[in-house]
């Protein structure tokens, strides 16, 4: 299978072109998963708004976002995951390159991190409830959603064959 069609912003009409300029404003550019995405106006309007509402009403902070999609790119395997969530990660969420590699391993320093990864590893791991020490109810549900978006972008981008548009990461054994 060739990879899905990249929607172009520039040739893009109606519901996706307003929707393609909203994903353009959110990352200040239009990310080849948001044009894969807008092959179904639906996805894309879902995905926007569910990741929208985590970061403007959500009480994770951009970093532990972050984080918990690094490592779920890291445990997928995925070069575009890695790529765009190392990206944004130390470039607008202030994480430090130490910091996102060990994100990538499921580790933080950061207490309230560290228990947002632990949850989340458990999620991708062991199919079981962890302990969500430290966590808020409302951050424990935002960890699993966040992994749920993190886990959505990774197997688009595999089974999209997503053409990578970030600086290379590369997964880790």
């Known amino acids: 299978m060739n990879g899905l069609p990249l929607i172009d912003p520039e040739t893009a009409t109606g519901d996706t072109a307003e929707l393609l300029a909203a994903a353009q ?4 550019l239009t990310p080849n998963l948001s044009r894969v995405l807008a092959n179904s106006p639906a ?4 995905y926007l708004g569910f990741g ?3 970061r403007e009403g959500g009480s994770l902070p951009a970093a532990v976002r972050q984080q918990i999609s690094l490592m779920v ?3 997928y395997g995925s070069e575009y995951g890695l790529s765009a969530h190392t990206f944004l990660g130390t470039k607008l969420a202030g994480l430090s ?7 990538r391993r499921g580790e933080s320093r ?3 991190a560290a228990a947002a990864l632990a949850l989340a590893s458990s999620l991708l791991h062991r199919w079981e409830p962890a302990t969500a020490g430290g966590l808020t109810p409302a951050q424990v549900v935002e960890t699993v959603a966040e ?7 990774v197997h688009l981008a595999n089974a999209g064959r997503i053409p990578n548009d970030w600086p290379l990461v590369r997964p880790t054994d």
């Open 73 to 75: 790119a890291q445990h």
């Open 110 to 112: 950061d207490p309230q």
């Open 25 to 28: 404003q959110a990352c200040g």
């Open 97 to 103: 390159e130490e910091e996102a590699a060990r994100a």
């Open 147 to 153: 992994v749920a978006l993190a886990t959505l972008r």
């Open 52 to 54: 929208r509402a985590l």
């Open 43 to 46: 996805v894309l309007r879902g």
